[in-house]
T-cell receptor, first 115, second 111 residues
């Protein structure tokens, strides 16, 4: 069974640029959630995708957007990068949303540094 | 809104010592509760969970009991090892897909 994978591992961008992060969900999982983890903090929920549609969103501005593809992989896009966007971005997948399990399985994360 | 509060770290213990990491929560309804562990340079791994009051989650010697009356989900282990050194996060599920995390507690175990 393949776990959640994310790419790239590390990324350095300049303020004002745009970035795309990628995630492949665990085999058999059709729901993907994205989290932002600032240094020394717990992860903060950005949004969730289910069946290629956004299914819920946290307190993040519209410049954070996402996609989910038919194979359940997902992208997180951030426009107009700000210094405070520097963080570890975590992707998590979970079994079908109706399973009632509430468990999420996390990838290793992408470390984004904005200079 | 819903929230999770963990004890401040770092927690420093000697090998084979008893571990307790306190976690309390504020929530409407009856969320599922989780403990995740994060080793240096890695993502989060699910350690254990409990889905209803009085449930006890357990895994790898760690245990936590869902206490509705005290809104707590404290993590315990009877004898820690150096390999348990990591950051531990308590979390609740606000709905199926959104986890709310505490700020994390760093555990350092010395030989």
């Amino acid at each position: 069974e393949t776990g959640v994978t994310q790419s790239p591992t590390h990324l350095i961008k300049t303020r004002g640029q745009q970035v795309t992060l990628r995630c492949s969900s665990q085999s058999g999982h059709n729901t993907v959630s994205w989290y932002q983890q600032a240094l020394g903090q717990g992860p903060q929920f950005i949004f969730q995708y289910y069946r290629e549609e956004e299914n819920g969103r946290g307190n993040f501005p519209p410049r954070f957007s996402g996609l989910q593809f038919p194979n359940y992989s997902s992208e997180l896009n951030v426009n107009a990068l700000e210094l405070d966007d520097s963080a570890l971005y975590l992707c998590a997948s979970s079994p079908t949303i109706t399973s009632g399990s509430y468990e999420q399985y996390f990838g290793p994360g992408t470390r984004l540094t904005v200079t | 809104g819903n929230s999770v509060t963990q004890m401040e770290g770092p927690v420093t213990l000697s090998e084979e010592a008893f571990l307790t990491i306190n976690c309390t929560y504020t929530a409407t309804g009856y969320p599922s509760l989780f403990w995740y562990v994060q080793y240096p340079g890695e993502g989060l791994q699910l350690l254990l969970k409990a889905t209803k009051a009085d449930d006890k989650g357990s895994n790898k010697g760690f245990e936590a009991t869902y206490r509705k009356e005290t809104t707590s989900f404290h993590l315990e282990k009877g004898s820690v090892q150096v390999s348990d050194s990591a950051v531990y996060f308590c979390a609740l599920s606000e709905w199926e897909g959104k986890l709310i995390f505490g700020q994390g507690t760093t555990l350092q175990v010395k030989p």
